[in-house]
């Protein structure tokens, strides 16, 4: 049977040709012949197909016949007028159920090379295998066609017929490409290039534009628009499959690189603190519950301590992974420093995240994370998780659970607790007042530097101000005090040292908490001396590292762990 299917679809693929010049000869120069022959085509695979198994090929061919069944009517007709009338009209209504046809012949030839090479015993290498695409188009055949031959390269697939579903779908999936018919009815695919660019989580998403249209200027246009490609119908399935791969590709090495923890391959802070303000952004337009989990390892420095660190990587990479299979696929994983992960979850209340959040610490008790020469460890994990509300700052949000997480090692460790408290059955639930959040004044007039500053600065759960020079940086601590201000050394109207001077010369207690981190391109030990005389607490010559400017803050504020 496998060998007839096989010689069945290497003879359709010429009957398809044949009936191309049948059609094509009917409609330039009427032969009385011509029509007979495509009828018999047509009747042959109405009979045949069905017997080996192709029933798809069997109903196309009956809707053939039946097109051109007026070729076996014996009645007389007057010299070729009302033959080739109707000819013609055949061939009109023939046109699509060909095409038809020959997608259907893709899919089977596809179909029959993969159960071959099973039955050989080989392992397909599916290309598309984790990528989740979303075919937009009005035209039923070739959307179908698309859907399930990109099915069958491994990909999964979601259709459209429409701009307004396939705003619906985008709102409530997560998408690696999309392919785009530009003439659509009643809106055309030009209308969702403007959704796309006003929502900042879809704005990236990787685009294809289908069009029959071959205009510079619509190619142009969509460039423009953001697609990343553009084809023309009609198209080779090959070459579209080819630009849908190298895309996909470009863009997953591109994240790989810019995204992901090189260690666990899960996502990084970088990546997570620009996701969070993303999904606030579209919180802001379609309002639902989220949330955000903190975990950390329980006593982590002892397993780096007592087997090294490779095995604390291994122990990280296992949580990480044991991590991904139990979330759900919304779900924003991230490895925000050290042991520590964190996870968004949209459309997720406090509630709901606890219960996920526990039952994949059951699972994380039950078994080992990693297994070394034999040795398997296993950890437990300690977690705070807080659902956003209305109006509550990035950081102030992070640092709720932050603190649930921290009050779930002083009770024990191995335990999931809410920001309100424990979710554990039988624990009261108690509202606590969120902490207060630290402030930190960068007084700096070089505008590009103080930028850099407070961007870098945002990333931790602090309040930040500016000042452009010493005078408004006085007047901002006497009306609204700070726990640190980063100092720069000179500064029109009252530099750097001036102004120390002026804090420490103040007779009252209200300057006595502020802390001073002193940037200067003063390096001379005398400046450095001087700065520390007058009351800074840390000097950082110009240029610095951010990542040092970072770790200071983070002392001088109290924010390690």
Known sequence: MREGKTRFLAELDKQIRDMERLLERIDLDFDESCPNQLYRHVHTLKGSAPIFGFDSIGAVAQSLAEEWEWTQEETEREPSTPAAHLAKQSVLNSKASLMQLKMELIILQRQQQLTVQQEQGFRQLQTGLGSKLLVIDDDDLLRSFLVRRLELDGYTVHEADSVERAKGMLHDDVYDLILLDLMMHPQSGYELFDHLKEDPTLKWLPLIVLSARCDVHDKVRCLLLGANDYVTKPFQYEELAARIYSLLSRTKSFEQLAFRDPLTGVYNRRYFDHQ????????????????????????????????????????????????????RPTDILARYGGEEFVVVMPNTTGEQAAQLLNSVLQVTNKQPVAQYEGQSFSITFSCGVSEWTAGLPTAHWIALADEAMYRAKQQGRNRVLQSCGSIEPGTASVLEAPPKLRRVLVADDDSILRSILVARLKQLPVEVAEASDGEEALAYLSAHGANLCILDGVMPKLDGFALLRKLKSDSGDRYRHVRILMLSGKKREDDIALALRLGADEYMSKPFSLVDLEMRVKRLLELES
Not at 304 to 324: E, F, P
């Open 276 to 327: 969070v303000e993303l999904e606030l952004q579209r919180i802001a337009r379609y309002p639902v519950p989220i949330s955000l989990a903190f975990i950390d390892i329980d006593r982590f420095k002892t397993i780096n301590d007592s087997y090294g660190h490779a095995i604390g990587d291994l122990v990280l990479q296992g949580l990480a992974h044991l991590l991904q299979q139990h979330l």
